[in-house]
């Protein structure tokens, strides 16, 4: 859901996590990856402005993260 909000493809969201385009299909398939490429695919959605939702009752879920008020 992520990558679809950001309008990027398999390829797009590898290269900004640093991983191969096969990498993302099987983490969409649900295969089982290593904790540091699920982490660098999650901070690649992060920065590009994804906030992802923990189990509240209605389920996980992603959003784009509300922008930060500029001090004067």
């Known amino acids: 859901m992520a990558r679809t909000a950001l309008g990027w493809g398999t390829r ?6 640093g991983v191969s385009p096969d990498t993302i299909a099987r983490l969409e ?26 189990e509240n009752g209605g389920g996980v879920g992603v959003r784009f993260a509300r922008a930060t008020e500029h001090k004067k």
């Open 12 to 17: 797009d969201l590898a290269r900004n996590a």
């Open 29 to 54: 398939r649900g295969e089982n990856l290593r904790a540091s490429t699920i982490s660098a695919v999650q901070s690649a959605i992060e920065a590009a402005g994804i906030e992802f939702i923990p």
